[in-house]
């Protein structure tokens, strides 16, 4: 999404996005507050407010991951060689399993 604009290093919000997504599905699906969702995620409500709404700034891809598994996510990280042509550089991704869907 974010390297269709041209933006670089686009990978990097592209991946805060997807997890951000997962996080406020898993949220929105448990019907919980931003008040007590915040004290879940050790955070203030103004920042469940910034997250709810994509604002990502200050927050990294470690720590949205662990938001996720304090509202009950796992996260499986798998290191592969890549498919096809080999690459010097690989990448990563980030995908929903279909339960977060």
Known sequence: ???????????????????????????????????????????????????????LDGLSVERLMRFLTALGSDIDIRIRSPKGASSVQGRILVEAAEYLR
């Open 1 to 55: 999404m974010f390297a269709d604009l041209g933006l670089p290093d686009a990978a990097e919000p592209d991946r805060k996005v997807r997890l951000a997504v997962a996080i406020n599905e898993r949220s929105a699906s448990r019907h919980r507050p931003q008040a007590p969702a915040a004290g879940l995620l050790a955070i203030n409500q103004p920042q469940i407010s910034a997250l709810k709404n994509y604002r």
